[in-house]
């Protein structure tokens, strides 16, 4: 079975500099999606980004990029620039295509970005 | 864009008493549909996913049930609460009928209060 294992709970960072959240999977499959979701206070799930198992490219969204390592099976995230509304739960989750269309999540990590 | 409504917002109800949490998706159809529970400061549980209509999969048994009366509505239910039920609901959807399509949207959840 899949697994998502995000090691660090919570992290704080001064407000412009630039954080990195970790992120680790298990799974035996070959072509899948990883995603970060952003739950900030008001609760609501945002994608942040999507990465495709398949492209050696790493997936960038303005401030927001990854570091892909598939054989490590590693998929951290990067926020350049961090703002304050970058303060939320940050969610790593793991998609295989199958007849359920699943998520997995990992535990998540609370960022907090400090004036 | 689809966008996922859920009902209420808030609730707060009695040990034994009954549940009934709306959730409704516009601007897609045939969606996956899925109900995740979200307990406090912990990480995304999901309870129940849904294909197509009357189609509903259970991930932890518990005293908790769901429903897909349509394409495009998910009830989750119960008939009697317990405390450790109290928690934040989470409906989402991704896009089902064979699409290729990976990444979830989430409504803006149900805080439930169990008292």
């Known amino acids: 079975a899949q697994t998502v294992t995000q090691s660090q709970p919570e992290m704080s960072v001064q407000e412009a500099e630039t954080v990195t959240l970790s992120c680790t999977y298990d799974?035996?499959?070959?072509?899948?999606?990883l995603f970060w979701y952003k739950q900030p206070p008001s609760r609501q799930m945002i994608l942040v980004i999507r990465q495709e198992a398949y492209k050696q490219q790493n997936a960038t969204e303005n401030r927001f990029s990854v570091n892909f390592q598939k054989a490590a099976k590693s998929f951290s995230l990067k926020i350049s620039d961090s703002q304050l509304g970058d303060t939320a739960m940050y969610f790593c989750?793991?998609?295989?295509?199958?007849?359920?269309?699943?998520?997995?999540f990992g535990k998540g990590t609370r960022l907090h970005i400090l004036p | 864009s689809q966008t996922i409504h859920q009902w209420p917002a808030t609730l707060v109800q009695p040990v034994g008493s009954p549940l009934s949490l709306e959730c409704t998706v516009e601007?897609?159809?045939?969606?996956?549909l899925y109900w995740y529970r979200q307990a406090a400061g912990r990480g995304l549980q999901l309870l129940f996913y849904?294909?197509?209509?009357?189609?509903i999969s259970s991930e932890v048994p518990q005293n908790l049930s769901a429903s897909r009366p349509q394409d495009r509505q998910f009830i989750l239910s119960s008939k009697k609460l317990l405390l450790s039920d109290s928690g934040f609901y989470l409906c989402a959807c991704s896009r089902g009928n064979g699409q290729l399509v990976s990444e979830q949207f989430f409504g803006p959840g149900t805080r439930l209060t169990v008292l």
């Open positions: 989750a793991f998609f295989r295509r199958d007849r359920d269309d699943k998520i997995i």
């Open positions: 849904s294909v197509g209509i009357g189609q």
């Open positions: 799974t035996s499959e070959n072509n899948y999606y």
């Open positions: 601007g897609t159809s045939n969606p996956n």
